[in-house]
C-alpha cells in the first residue's frame, strides 16, 4: 500500500479559499490514479474529484465543478485539492485515496475502487 498523508485543511469563511495537499510515501504517486472525498457529519463519504494517472483526465461532482480543481505534481509526489468560493455546505472531512492498476487515462468515482486511504484534514467553513 502507498502511505497517504492528507493537509492543508482549515477554519475559513464563505467565499474563502483553500488548497489540500495529499502527500504519498512508500509508494509513488506516477502508477496511481486518485481521488478526492469528503464526509460531513451524519452523512455518508462522497465523492469530490478525481485524477488519472497521466494527469491528463479528471472528474468533479456536480456540487464542486467549476469551483474546485484537482491536479498532481508526480516530481513533489502529491496530489494537490484546489478550493474557491468555499460554502458552509464543503465542511465536511476530506479524504485522500489511490488506487493502482489503473489505466493511464482513466478516472475512479466510486470509494470501492481505491485501496489506499488518508486519515482525512477537517474543512470548517462559516457563514
Known amino acids: 500500500q502507498v502511505q497517504l498523508v492528507e493537509s492543508g485543511g482549515g477554519l475559513v469563511q464563505a467565499g474563502d479559499s483553500l488548497r489540500l495537499s495529499c502527500a504519498a510515501s512508500?509508494?509513488?504517486?506516477?502508477?496511481?490514479?486518485v481521488g478526492w472525498f469528503r464526509q460531513a457529519p451524519g452523512k455518508e463519504r462522497e465523492f469530490v474529484a478525481a485524477?488519472?494517472?497521466?494527469?491528463?483526465?479528471?472528474d468533479y461532482a456536480v456540487s464542486v465543478e467549476g469551483r474546485f480543481t484537482i491536479s498532481r505534481d508526480n516530481a513533489k509526489n502529491t496530489v494537490y485539492l484546489q478550493m474557491n468560493s468555499l460554502k458552509p455546505e464543503d465542511t465536511a472531512v476530506y479524504y485522500c485515496a489511490a488506487k493502482n492498476y489503473a489505466g493511464a487515462y482513466t478516472v475512479y468515482t466510486t470509494r470501492a475502487d481505491y485501496n489506499s486511504w488518508g486519515q482525512g484534514t477537517q474543512v470548517t467553513i462559516s457563514s
Open positions: 485524477i488519472s494517472v497521466s494527469g491528463v483526465s479528471t
Open positions: 512508500g509508494r509513488t504517486f506516477s502508477g496511481y490514479a
